[in-house]
């Protein structure tokens, strides 16, 4: 059926014992015995008849509306939480990647004991021979050396001077 685009509903009966459907009302009588009164009231009749059937036609279209726009805003609610609970699950995703890239401290022993002396290292110069694969004489490498080089770093500190 075609689309109704108003409400039959809102529709006024027309005159039809006014001057303007005499014409018509003449053509139906014709040659039977009916009068002007009869065939006005067969119209008026007809004319409420074919309103009430459209009249139930649009209120069946106005159900199928509402209930085509309720499933309309239903679909799109499911679509909406859909992409929300995507969008949540990328992001769990995302922390959890995080995590697993987050370095991990290690566990320690609350009653350990931590030393107060530092380990003598090598100098900068040893270090720096050896990185780039030249000779270096072992004794930068022996305590001996190791050491001196601890004491030369502690009083260079006191050998540098300082303005004020």
Known sequence: MARIASDPALDIQP???????EALRDRIIGGTQTTHQ????DLAAAWQNDRDLRTTAWVAQANE?????AEAT????????????RLEQEAEAELREAEKKKP?????KSGTAVG??????PSQYAIHKLKSFEYVELWYLSPDGCKETSDEAKSSADDTFGLT
């Open 65 to 69: 509306d509402a209930r085509l726009a």
């Open 104 to 108: 991990k401290i290690n566990d320690f």
């Open 15 to 21: 005159d039809f014992a006014s001057p303007t459907f």
């Open 38 to 41: 009869e065939v006005t009231a």
């Open 74 to 85: 239903q679909a799109e609610r499911e679509h909406a939480e859909q992409e929300c609970t």
């Open 116 to 121: 107060d002396t530092l380990t003598p290292r």
